[in-house]
């Protein structure tokens, strides 16, 4: 998931809580499952694997950095 889908589909969420990362991890572990099988998506475990691992990397990078950003 990208930066910008990201905050388009959460900009009111308040990003300095618990709850809103696991919410956000939920969602991103989600998207992804509803893709499996489709033409041009990871095929192997190993493949699979790193893609929900890089989406949710992208998921604590962008709630670490807003929440950076709100402290200052």
């Not at 618990?18 to 041009?40: M, N, R, V, W, Y």
């Not at 790193?50 to 989406?55: A, I």
Request: charged share 30%.
């Amino acid at each position: 998931m990208s930066r910008r889908r990201i905050t388009r589909k959460h900009r009111r969420t308040h990003m300095n809580s618990l709850p809103t990362l696991k919410e956000l991890i939920q969602h991103e572990i989600a998207d992804f499952c509803a893709t499996l099988g489709s033409p041009g998506e990871p095929e192997t475990p190993e493949a699979m694997q790193r893609e929900l691992m890089m989406r949710i990397d992208n998921v604590f990078d962008f709630f670490l950095n807003n929440k950076r950003e709100q402290s200052t």
